[in-house]
């Protein structure tokens, strides 16, 4: 083993392409486009590195082009769930004792090429499973992803440095071990590089890992795990399974190896999970980790100081890119009386000039929800406020599903500060706006940070100094990410570590050294250099 302190190059933020037409990137996603619809695919499971199939094959279509076949997955069952944990507990020994250093290179070269080889690729696949614009692909698939591996190996290098004082005669040493047993990695569709950095962050810090994605972003986590193969990830590191929730969960959660799950996903399904593990605590070999960043229920709060053209930018922009499909996506707002007016008249013009289709056409601003579920659930809430005695859809409030889950942005106006849509996660393109008494501001903040469970994003427009320190103080508890003066989306990794509290998960920070941490277990090491021949201490001379 070659001897060292190894210092990495420092990480940084991947730049992003700005996609204008004609440019290289334009044409290079637009080729990969056109030869992922031309080609229809047969996504395997991943095991132990061997490609896993099976006679259970269930079909993957483009949420704005439902009719179009993308190709098929592989289902499993409870066996390959199985075999993954065993694959996994196979591989840890061979993965542990690798340097860290070498660890490091594999993900380092996978971020390389996820910035430069696959880019088109994976922003492309992203595109036509998740029906995400070529920008929102480039933020997350290319950008984000990259983001994460080179600082995830960044944040990993500090901890192994970050070493105790040691007094005279002693040395003291601390090793970050990884978790004793496996790793169960749950993510969700709506994030190309959320869905591989759970995996992967893990599996940086020495853990292997199993690894159950959304059906609905299998067909980009393909690309994904081929970037991590070229990259050199050893067989059985992470082993990916597509497999039934309950059946996967009662496998893995009933093992003794269990150690730890990494989860993006529903609040339900997470409180679900705890509950489990707490009643087989006494089954497991340690204490499991447990890890998640669930829903929100994200507000932007405008102060009457507020520019009405940077309050009415952040409202579009924070709730309906990507359809609202972001854990982070404003769906309830608070606007003040006086400048209502102005924010109605520009916020009802923009929003019903948003043009909107599939990704194909790159002057589209939105596109399609992930699935059928989805848009007959919003499709539920829009059609009951246009009944609602205190509610009013102002914008929108069209859909269409006869060739994609077509949702317009839609904007809900209503008198009741506790009306179902500013309560109650949507997760799609419909944002629902109280207006309040300017002289009420107090009672507002009180409000907004009572009215949801949740407490991922906020955002406060003003331009009152005063108004934003009020803001900030009384809404501490509310939002793991705030934000002044800006849309409440768009935490970058390295610059806005993302994570809430209370109903929206253990706000373990993505993006930063924290998160990292969750995945090892440190082991305290004392050496005395020259230790003592004598029971007896000074004290005891006469």
Known sequence: MANGFFSPQPAF????????????????????????????????????????????????HPPHDHKHLLGHFNFGTKQHVTDAIDAALAAKDSWVNLAWEERASIFLKAADLVAGKYRAKINAATMLCQSKNCFQAEIDAACELADFFRYNVQ????????????????????????????VFALTPFNFTAIATNLPTVAAMMGNT???????????????AVQILKEAGLPDGVINLVYV?????????????????IHFTGSTDVFQTIWETIAKNIRNYRTYPKISGETGGKDFILVHKSADVNIATTALIRGSFEFQGQKCSACSRAYVPQSLWPAIKEKLVREVNSIKMGPVEDFTNYVNAVINERSFDKLAGYIDRAKEASDAEVIAGGTYDKSEGYFIHPTVIVTTNPQYDTMVTELFGPVLTIFIYEDDKYEETLKLVDETSIYALTGSIIAQDRYA????????KNCAGNFYINDKCTGAVVGQQPFGGGRASG??????????????????????????AEDYRYSFHQE
Not at 166 to 179: A, F, K, M
Not at 251 to 258: G, K, Q, T, Y
Not at 468 to 475: K, N, R
């Open 506 to 531: 253990t706000n373990d920070k993505a993006g930063s050294i924290l998160n990292n941490l969750r995945w090892t277990s440190p082991r305290t090491i004392k050496e005395t250099l020259v230790p």
């Open 468 to 475: 934003i320190d009020e803001a900030s103080e009384a809404l």
């Open 155 to 182: 944040y990993m290098q500090e901890i192994y440095s970050n070493q105790p004082e040691s007094g005279d005669g002693v040395w003291n040493r601390l090793e970050y071990r990884p978790l004793e047993g496996f």
């Open 13 to 60: 933020n991947e730049p992003t392409l700005e996609y204008k037409p004609g440019s290289p990137e334009v044409i290079a996603v637009k080729a990969e486009l056109e030869a992922m619809r031309s080609t229809v695919i047969d996504a395997p499971m991943y095991i132990g590195g061997k490609e896993i199939r099976t006679d259970n094959k269930i079909s993957m």
């Open 209 to 223: 890992v199993v690894w159950k994605p959304s059906d609905d972003q299998i067909y980009s986590c393909q690309v």
């Open 244 to 260: 039934d929730g309950p059946d996967c969960g009662e496998v893995i959660f009933s093992h003794r190896d269990f150690a730890g």
